[in-house]
């Protein structure tokens, strides 16, 4: 029995929107991925749970995803079931007694709409948030960062699904964050995030948010399909000017492209494959340890089959 088929056969009656060899190029942000055996549109907590506690007996693997902006599914595709997010996507902002402004928001919800409903409110701190096309789930997951502030400065606490489909909640001070990283463990799905908010100035809000957008609009490559920094800069050096001093700006695998923009992004130019993408991150990495002694990292996530 294909895997697709056996998916089908295990989910049995679960109901919502089920795609199976669906193809992850459709997708991603940078538009390459191959096949997943079936892709799950996740509609509530409860559908979830069900789909977990029906997934892992079956030692069938899944991954929740949020918009596939930081992830890249090889060729080959992904042999299981990915968990896309979307549908849990509830936000809303509460005052509590203690004078505490938080921002709950449901792993699906885009970080887009958390930082419209902080700016609506006059709160500040995830001004930083403007222009990064990413979920709640998947920001909170990579310790999503820019312009010098992290979600971890603003997390207060997540509340996950476990593996056995049950629901747990952890604190700040029991996650680790370090840079794009946090400690949490790989088989929890982030149901949602409190977040912790300060009041500040309207104005001086959508200022900053303003800023960071031309910002973002003038040194990113965004007529085109990317995911973002392809690799975590090294202390005191963005990879991004690593990858300029090689002269890479412009290299090419198939229609892959360093962008001639900004050379931490990697642009699909039309027809790439996920292996386009790959090489030319393998030719980039190989280039920085030859002739810089540099050993780059990717920041975008790699998972699926050769
Ligand atoms: C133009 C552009 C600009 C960007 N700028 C920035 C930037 O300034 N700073 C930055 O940090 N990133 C940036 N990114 C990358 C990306 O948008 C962020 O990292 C974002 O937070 C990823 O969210 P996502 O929903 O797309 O995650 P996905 O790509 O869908 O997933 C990424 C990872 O998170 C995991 N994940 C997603 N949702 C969940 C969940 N609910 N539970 C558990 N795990 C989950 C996935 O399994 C995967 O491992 C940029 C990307 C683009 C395209």
Known sequence: MGSAMKIKEVLGSVG????????????????VGGRADALIVIESEVQLAQI????QPAGIDYLPVGNLTNIIVRDGGYRGAILLMSGLREINYRQMPDGGHYINAQGGAALAQAAALAAANELTGLE??????????GAVWMNAGAY????KDVIEEVSLLDANGLQATMKKEEIVFSYRRTSLPRESIILNARLKLEKGERKQIQDKMKEILQARQQKHPLAYPNAGSIFKNIPGMPAGRIIEEMGLKGKRCGDAEVSVQHANFIINRGKATATDVLSLISLIADRA??????????????????
């Open 289 to 306: 340890k030859k002739e810089k002694g540099i050993d780059l990292e990717t920041e975008v996530e790699i998972v699926g089959d050769n």
């Open 148 to 151: 010098g502030a992290e979600m």
């Open 128 to 137: 930083f948030c403007s222009g990064i096309p990413g979920s709640i789930g």
């Open 52 to 55: 977990v506690r029906k997934l």
């Open 16 to 31: 919502g929107k089920i795609f199976y060899d669906e193809p992850m190029s459709q997708h991603s942000s940078l538009r």
